[in-house]
């Protein structure tokens, strides 16, 4: 069976004023038909941008 999402290598950074701040480096997820997955981790490290770059908002 093939994974219904698969993402390899990932790499995503926002511009600031000092420069690049990257959220994303070298992402890599693979996800089931069925299958349940949560996305966790401090303010700032990239989950929203995660799943707006799945929903092709990014």
């Given at each position: 069976?093939?994974?219904?999402i698969?993402?390899?290598?990932?790499?995503?950074?926002?511009?600031?004023?000092?420069g690049?701040?990257?959220?994303?480096?070298?992402?890599e997820?693979?996800?089931?038909e069925?299958?349940?997955?949560?996305?966790?981790g401090?303010?700032g490290c990239?989950k929203a941008?995660?799943?707006?770059?799945?929903a092709?908002?990014e």
């Amino acid at each position: 069976m093939y994974p219904m999402i698969k993402i390899e290598g990932v790499r995503h950074a926002y511009k600031t004023a000092t420069g690049p701040l990257p959220v994303l480096d070298g992402l890599e997820l693979e996800l089931d038909e069925g299958g349940f997955v949560a996305v966790v981790g401090p303010s700032g490290c990239g989950k929203a941008t995660l799943l707006r770059m799945i929903a092709g908002l990014e």
